[in-house]
């Protein structure tokens, strides 16, 4: 779908299928006021508690597939099991989705790709509750393995318990360094589980366009106020559709700009200046490395490294930087220096314990 000359893919509909009468009512609101590229709901709701809602089970699969031949649209569900998959497919159900709490759990996850094998779905891949980006790109990895064609990821957020103001934080930095692994996979946000209520919904959305997302999930239903499962995060189809308006699409293409251009090049030559100061830096912490073994001494000099640390956050501190930044990137630095330096004693080791073996040999 394209709003404002971008593309945005758009994926709207219930958090769980309640009746036929509230999945058919959503989507014929939604196809009055902003038809979305799919239609998701969810037949099937893994919950945090044993007495929550926990969708309609197979009677909604009919309900579902009904709305796809009526209005026209594909319609995704969230699938727990290889089971579920087959039932999907069996009501010519090809969207679905691998929910936050599937995608930490790589047995289940590998058996749904399996089920997947040959099929012409699509699959969406929440990042999973826990924030780790290697948990996620080894869901999406189990997909691509099985040559299933097309992925999205979807982002919605991470259980923390340091933002209250979020259901789930979305600490950005995850789907972003997700974005860069794996560029041909559109990334989708889901600012409904991020957020857990609908009054922070737009700004996280705008966060999401000018980070360059590829497309929305919105939790949508006719009556918010009556769901049976996320009720606060829910919007109607008609606020939908006037939060869209209210979106800043920027433009992405930036090189006419000349100031941005200058700007740029500064930075360019900037970051070859701390690459070459990098490089130059390890050489000298191999010469020491070199002295040090010559001198019989550790590797790691405690009192030493403890003042640079003190030290480069101090003066990083006087330049406005942040103490969290200055301690990832100091330590990044120790450690990469450590690494030279053990290289150096292991080698040598290496070539004195050659030396004793051919001279055994000899
Ligand atoms: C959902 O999309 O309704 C859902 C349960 O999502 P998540 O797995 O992200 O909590
Ligand atoms: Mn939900």
Redesign the pocket.
Known sequence: MKFQNRDLILIAGP??AESYEQVWQTAEGLVKHIKPDIF?A?VW??RTRTNFFEGAGIPALTWLSEIQKHFQIPVAT?VHDDKHVELCLKHQITVM?I????AVNSYTTQRIANALKNTDTTIMI?NP?APDVDLWKSSIERFLNVDVKKIYA?H?GFFTLRHRLYR?EPIWGIPLELKRSYQNIPLIC?P??ICGRSSCLLPIIQNALDLEYDGL?I?THYKPEIAL??NMQQITPEQLASMITQLSFRNNNTTENAMLEQLRKEIDFIDYQLIQLLAHRFEIVQNIGRLKKNLNLTILQNERFRHIFADRIKIGLEHGLQKIFLKQIIKAIHNEAIRLQMQIYLDENIDNNSDTLSRQAN
């Open positions: 958090c769980s998701r969810g709701k893994a969230e989705w929910g936050a709490r599937t929440k509750i979807v919605r789930n889901d409904s589980h999930m939790e499962s996320d």
